[in-house]
Structures are given as C-alpha cells and as structure tokens.
C-alpha cells in the first residue's frame, strides 16, 4: 500500500485528531420524553434506525466494522454488531473488539479529578500552580496564534475547573496554527498517536517522555487565551493527568486502573494494548477519497508500544462492552452492579455545566452549550466522540447510555457524530409512537 497517497490537507495531524469536536449527542437527545417510556416497557427496544445506519455503512464497506451498544438505566445493554475487524478479514467486530477512543478518554479523566474533589484532594477552583508550581507566572499570547513572544501576564491563574472545561487557556496542536504550533511540536508537546507508519501529512515529531515532563514544557510556552475567558479546545485534560498525580501520589495511568476500571469491571481498557489481546484489536482506517485505506494495522499498531506518557486526552484503547460500563456507572450516579465507585455528588457535578461564568463559548464547537468534566452537557445529557469515529453520551431525563464504535479518520469523513444521536433520537419516537 503506497501510503504517500495520505499526503493531502484531508488526512492532515489536525484533520486526524480533531474528531471530538463535532458531538451532537447532547443537542439531538436533549429533552427527549421517550426514554424513560422505552424503558417501562420492560422489553428490548427495536432500534431500527440505528440498525439501519450500522448495516449501511458496513453493506457499502465505507468502514470495516461498527458496533452500537444502548442501555436502559442499569439492565444489560443491547449490541448492534456488524463487520469484521479489518476489512476482508474473518473475525466478527462484537462487544469486546478493541477500538482506539481517542478524545472519548477526556471523560475518564474528567471523572478521575472529580473523584479527587469529591475527596478533598483537589479544589474545583483551586489554582494548579499550588500542585504545579511552574504555573504560577503563566504568560498568554497577545495576539490569538501570533507570536510566542509578544506577551502579556495572564489575568487570572489556571484552575482545575478550567481544565476540565478547556477554558484553562491552553493551546492544542491540532487546532492552533502559527508559532505556536511549531513550539508545541519542538517542545514534544504530542499528547496523541496514530501510526507507527510515517504518513505525510501528520507529522513525525518525538513526543516528550513522561507526564511530569510533558507538564514542564507546557508550562515555559505562552496560553493562547486569557485563563477564563473562552473555550478553546486544548491539551488541558492531558496536563489534568500530571494534577491527578500529584493529588494522589499515585501514577495517573494506575490512577485510573486501580481507582476507576478495576472496580467498574472494565476489563479491557488501557494504554497498551497486551500482546495477548491483539486478536481481538480492529484496523484503523484513513479515508483517502471515499476508499478507507489501512493506517494503522493491529497486528503492528503503535497502540502495542507503551505510549511516551499516558495520553488523559486521547491515549485510551477499549471496548463497546468496557465503555458501557463506564456509562453505566455515570448513569447510576457512581454506583455499578451495587458497587460504588464514585460519590453521586462528583458524578452529578462532573455532569453538569462547569463553565467558568467569565468563559465565553460565542463562535465555538459548543456555542449555546454546556461543558463538563471533560464532555458536553446539554439538557440533562453528557459526552463526547473520539477522532477515530467513536461516540458516547448518557442521557439522564431518557435514562439512557449509548455509544458507537468503528474506526477511521477523520471522523468527519462521515457525518456519524451526528447520525448515531439522530439515529436514537428516530427510534425513540417510534417506540412512542408505537405505544401511543
């Protein structure tokens, strides 16, 4: 496979990464009466529409796989499975294939630091530079992505709600340009990976070892905005990981597994994907002029290295089964299967509308909407997709968890971001309609 091919601004670092940007989840299912209807009924929802858009996507093999995976409150969630892992291949995509989350692993470590509030350990408006020093003089941009060195101090110190929320006034390398860009790529600011492939276009830059390091960086380089003054999507839940640190005296990554996968019982959600589990790992596809292409092969996948540093922003591999578990959890306000494992009050906090009441979201992906702890909050719902395809959300006035898995990028090479929440939304109503 001549991978040159990739070499156009389609298949760019920026285009690649940025798929979380466009979640309608929230907007699409906001208010919906139905849920709690559907739910009532006791039986298995018929989600034809849902269906319907899974079997087309694979039947046309614009993807290799998709698998739909939607709960009613705390009973066993229903799976929509089509496809093989990589296209042509003989393994069925199910409930535990292995999918690359990308920006879908933001909520995970929203919830994390929200386990630390809840605690005590961390203040939601406490500033970073208590944990983080290097913090504590932050300089910002004097013109948004002009020169690194003409600069103003910050207004305001970066506090954790403001990571959580990206309005911390951090930059992102897949959305900025100018300087600033170059900078993060000399400092190895890279908090993201693809393909152990060289494909032209998204760059080869060496990221930084270590969380601790990466922080440092990040620190000496200016803030695009003003603290508080505007969301902008950001690396702001990749240095949340190095506060979750420091908060816990514990390595973010086993942060996460002893404190949220263990007891949830998700079983198949990491960083590196075990050399064991490989066969049951998906292909990640680039979509190169409507032909999905193979860039990032399981069986030789950068996700079977051990990553620089724990990516909090879009490191994690998982399962639609594993992902379902987390939304269960958030759906049972911190409670799986009558195990605890996060306090309601974090759950319902990290839920809702976090944004600092100086932020602006005017002429932004979230304009007119709320945001959390790492996802969008609209109207009683809450989450977020991946740049690979992915989406979650649950929904707490339909008392309903949903989310999709497949893989390819850029994920606004199809509009399934917003066709999934769509798709709920029709079969919702007619369950209604068919109860009416």
Known sequence: MAF?????????????????????????????????????????????????????????????????????????????????????????????????????????????????????????????????????????QKTYDGSITDVVPAERPITVRQLLTHTAGLGYGIVQKGPITKAYTDQGLIPGQVSRIPIPGIGRATPVEGLDVFADRLATLPLVLQPGSKWSYSVSLDLLGRVIEVASGMAFDEFLHKRIFEPAGMTST??????????????????????????????????LDKPPFPFGGAGLVSSPRD???????????????????????????????????????????????????????????????????????????????ANLMTQYMPSDSYPIHEGFPDAVTADLAAMQGAKA
């Open 4 to 140: 040159r091919e990739f070499d156009t601004p389609q298949v760019s670092r920026r285009a690649l990464l940025r798929g979380g940007a466009w979640l309608t989840a929230g907007a699409a299912l906001a208010g919906n009466p139905m849920g709690r209807m559907a739910l009532a009924q006791g039986g298995a929802a018929n989600w034809q529409a849902v269906t319907a858009m899974v079997d087309k996507y694979v039947s046309e093999r614009k993807v290799a796989n998709m698998v739909a995976t939607l709960g009613w409150g705390t009973r066993d969630p229903q799976y929509i499975a089509r496809g093989t892992l990589a296209l042509g291949g003989p393994a069925k995509a199910d409930a535990d294939s292995l999918y690359r989350i990308y920006s879908m692993t933001k909520p995970i470590t929203g919830m994390a630091a929200m386990m630390l509030i809840d605690e005590g350990r961390l203040g939601l408006d406490q500033p970073i530079a208590e944990l983080l020093p290097a913090y504590a003089n932050m300089q910002v």
């Open 270 to 303: 990491w960083f590196t994907v075990p050399e064991s589990e490989v066969g049951r790992f998906t292909t990640n596809y680039g979509i190169m002029n409507g032909t999905p292409l193979p860039m990032d092969p399981a069986k030789a996948s950068i996700y």
């Open 323 to 401: 992902y379902d578990r987390f939304l269960k959890m958030l759906l049972g306000y911190g409670v799986i299967e009558g195990r605890r494992v996060m306090g309601e009050l974090a759950v319902r906090v990290g839920t809702s509308n976090l944004l600092p009441e100086t932020a602006t979201t005017e002429g932004t992906w979230v304009e007119g909407q709320g945001f959390g702890a790492g996802g969008r909050v609209t109207d009683g719902a809450y989450g977020w997709g991946g740049a690979a395809g992915t989406i979650a959300f649950v929904n707490y006035k339909a008392g309903l968890r």
